[in-house]
């Protein structure tokens, strides 16, 4: 059952008005929309504001030219991830997983995913850190699996997440503050990181309290759902893999990675996947290893593997990173941590691992082969320099100049027009708060901007209670990823027109500034839409900033979704032709097993 109550009030900040008075607004904004399209301007947003969530209201302020019916898929779908698909994906190559990522299908599906039966509002941030519905993520294999490991418990109706792991049994809290007596996880030094094998994410959600946003990655394998339950836990993580292609990360990304027995084989294919990690590592940045082969000599009889085998594994993962100019910093009973080197000035002159040529660019990662030469950073002028700038401690990174902005090298983007951006979300947002008195109160977590350009819409929301993944997509006009990341935000490229790397009801709240006009000669606009249903939660809200023609053509096809819907004005007032779509999507679920009605 959905969490619904019918006596909490709209979600869109609604005038009570009596009826009648109701219509002949509505009616009248109906001939406004007529004369708007002989150049007189649309609607007051004094008309919109009188909008209800409910589309039965006797005439709505914009008719929609044509409306079609998107059936709902049947319950077999309700976990269905379209480039991830296990099926699928075993007619490709098992060499180095290769058959474990993005494989997306020939045409995209033309129904609406289901959520499963019974499914329920997630628990509200931060005690959905802790616990989960069972009817969200139906899936006991990790506390079976697992057990012994105090990932993850079912009690009841629901899951318990007490925070262990297979290299913390004593708890993430513990583990992390074990690695924070090695280096220093609250002086802000460290804001982003990438969990790579995240199990159910653990080590991030504990991370939270120091002020580091961590990006959690795992495929989509025998560990059934643990992507799934990081992000019905509200934390930050994606679908992903070290096999033959880059991750969807720009160049000097994280200022922190880790890996806990991740079963990653670092050594191997000279050391491609270490070399990866390299490349998203910012100058100065830490890798951090627990589980096999650090500290072999205590485990290796437990881990069922010979005391050679385990130190051969070691050496070479020691000279994978020596080749790569990383510096050992400590190795400490289960914990060995690296460093990456500031700038590559005597890396250059050891020439242990050969550079990439200069034309190759480290910041490409979108379908982009993985390399074994080593990615280029910025070139210094002295060893203390670091390459590439050095960015801010958290909090001040947030608002301070990016490197990759003052050092002039995002094409059209200046000091002046950052500072510009950073005022203008903030106007954004608070009106935002206007039309949609939910956000800003807990209600959402997740949150995704399809389009952030310089992240404005995350920055601006810091404050609340919520997690942004930026994305830039790969069609924008210029690569912007970089200067979220050296702000302590996280992000990914992606490509509209494919399915995103996540589980259905992976959001609480869309956001698509100018999304859909980027690819409206791209890909079909309904297949766009139908993704974003997808990966909206039941009751996530989505709101669209676009060119009034063009949210026309949305509200027309998002009626067929079972979307709730109104357009308003900019923020700026109604003689800007850009206006505003906030849309509810209504709450459905499968049909119980026993019935076979789709």
Sequence with gaps: ????????????????????????????????????????????????????????????????????????????????????????????????????????????????????????????????????????????????????????????????????GTTFPNGADAYIEDIGKLINLRDGSIRTALDTGCGVASWGAYLLSRNILTLSIAPRDTHEAQVQF??????????????????????????????????????????????????????????????????????????????????????KIEEVAKSLCWRKLVEKDDIAIWQKPKNHLDCKLTQNRSFCNAQSDPDKAWYTDMQTCLAPVPEVSNKEETSGGVVDDWPKRLKSIPPRIYRSTIEGVTDEAFSKDYELWKKRISYYKTVNKLLGTGRYRNLLDMNAHLGGFAAALIEDPVWVMNVVPVQAKVDTLGSIYERGLIGIYHDWCEAMSTYP????????????????????????????????RPEGCVIIRDDVDMLIKVKSIVNGLEWDSIIVDHEDGHLKREKLLFAVKKYWTAPPASDNTN
């Design 1 to 164: 059952m959905a969490n619904i109550d019918s006596s909490s009030p709209t979600i869109f900040n609604v005038r009570k008005t009596p009826i009648f008075i109701l219509i002949i607004l509505l009616c009248i904004a109906s001939y406004f929309l007529a004369a708007y399209h002989q150049g007189a301007p649309l609607l007051t947003t004094a008309t919109t504001a009188s909008l209800s969530l409910s589309l039965s209201t006797p005439c709505n302020h914009i008719t929609a030219e044509y409306s079609r019916t998107f059936p709902r898929c049947s319950a077999n779908f309700s976990e269905y991830t379209p480039c991830q698909d296990p099926q699928r994906s075993l007619g490709y190559k098992r060499h180095r997983m290769i058959y474990r990522e993005r494989h997306c299908p020939e045409e995209p599906l033309k129904c609406r995913v289901p959520a499963p039966h019974g499914y329920r509002n997630p628990f509200p941030w931060p005690a959905s850190r802790d616990r989960a519905w069972f009817a969200n993520v139906p899936h006991r294999e990790l506390t079976v699996e697992k057990a012994v490991q105090n990932w993850i418990r079912f009690e009841g109706e629901r899951f318990v997440f007490p925070g262990g």
């Design 505 to 536: 009801r992976t959001y609480d709240l869309i956001h698509a500034d100018s999304v859909l006009s980027l690819y409206s000669n791209r890909c079909e606009l309904e297949d766009i839409l139908l993704e974003m249903d997808r990966i909206l």
């Design 230 to 315: 990081a992000l019905e836990r509200g934390l930050p993580a994606l679908i992903g893999i070290l096999a033959s292609k880059r991750l969807p990360f720009p160049s000097r990304a994280f200022d922190m990675s880790h890996c806990s027995r991740c079963l990653i084989p670092w050594a191997e294919y000279d050391g491609i996947f270490l070399n990866e990690v390299d490349r998203v590592l910012r100058p100065g940045g830490y890798w951090v290893l627990s589980g096999p082969p650090i500290n072999w000599k205590k485990y290796w009889k437990g881990w069922q593997r010979t005391e050679k085998d385990l130190n051969e594994e070691q050496t």
